[in-house]
T-cell receptor, first 116, second 112 residues
Framework: GAGVSQSPSNKVTEKGKDVELRCDPI?????LYWYRQSLGQGLEFLIYFQGNSAPDKSGLPSDRFSAERTGGSVSTLTIQRTQQEDSAVYLC??????????????FGPGTRLTVL | AQSVAQPEDQVNVAEGNPLTVKCTYS??????LFWYVQYPNRGLQFLLK??????LVKGSYGFEAEFNKSQTSFHLKKPSALVSDSALYFCAVRGSARQLTFGSGTQLTVLP
């Protein structure tokens, strides 16, 4: 079946602009995660959604970052007033309902964000 | 807090030889351990995981990993390396929190 999809695949923006990154999880997966991969910081957790529960935002680096998940499916990560240090690959992952014993996270191809 | 260490940034091995990519972890409670592989300009691809049970876990493409609780290690292995195995490999741990904590990655190069 279809995997996790992300759009756009590449985004170039100017410092100070806002950007939106989209993630479509695997159908039926209730959990959705955002991670960031950068040269200096490696792979970092950003935010986690599980069903209708309040998201775990503990990894968001600043209040310029926010995310929402509509209808328990598609998620959008928004970065306001982008800075050059926001340049990274943003990865989305989804997993089946926790506790099913198959709690593996499956990743999308990522969005490469470049802030000029 | 949970953490993962991959002590080798780079591992080189000749095609046909066995390969090992090292990983040690620190986590409170029972560890859930994962290996992912990343090819250039691609996302992370799941290889295998340890949740409970047998310490030797078999995964995709002939890879396996051995969980060692006393040494807090989860090394990735393959009996016979292929040139196509050349990629970036990440070890990850999940404890009580749902998110994964990743190691810094190991670049594997298999030489023909």
């Amino acid at each position: 079946g279809a995997g996790v999809s992300q759009s756009p695949s590449n985004k170039v923006t100017e410092k100070g602009k806002d950007v939106e990154l989209r993630c479509d999880p695997i159908s039926g997966h209730t959990a959705l995660y955002w991670y960031r991969q950068s040269l200096g910081q490696g792979l970092e957790f950003l935010i986690y959604f599980q069903g209708n529960s309040a998201p775990d935002k503990s990894g968001l680096p600043s209040d310029r970052f926010s995310a929402e998940r509509t209808g328990g499916s598609v998620s959008t990560l928004t970065i306001q007033r982008t800075q050059q240090e926001d340049s990274a690959v943003y990865l989305c992952a989804s997993s089946p309902r926790p506790g099913t014993g198959t709690d593996t996270q499956y990743f999308g191809p990522g969005t490469r964000l470049t802030v000029l | 807090a949970q953490s993962v260490a991959q002590p080798e940034d780079q591992v080189n091995v000749a095609e046909g030889n066995p390969l090992t990519v090292k990983c040690t972890y620190s986590v409170s409670g029972n560890p859930y351990l994962f290996w992912y592989v990343q090819y250039p300009n691609r996302g992370l691809q799941f290889l295998l995981k340890y949740i409970t049970g047998d310490n030797l876990v078999k995964g995709s493409y002939g890879f396996e990993a051995e969980f060692n609780k006393s040494q807090t290690s989860f090394h990735l292995k393959k009996p016979s390396a292929l040139v196509s195995d050349s990629a970036l490999y990440f070890c990850a741990v999940r404890g009580s929190a749902r998110q994964l904590t990743f190691g810094s990655g190991t670049q594997l190069t298999v030489l023909p």
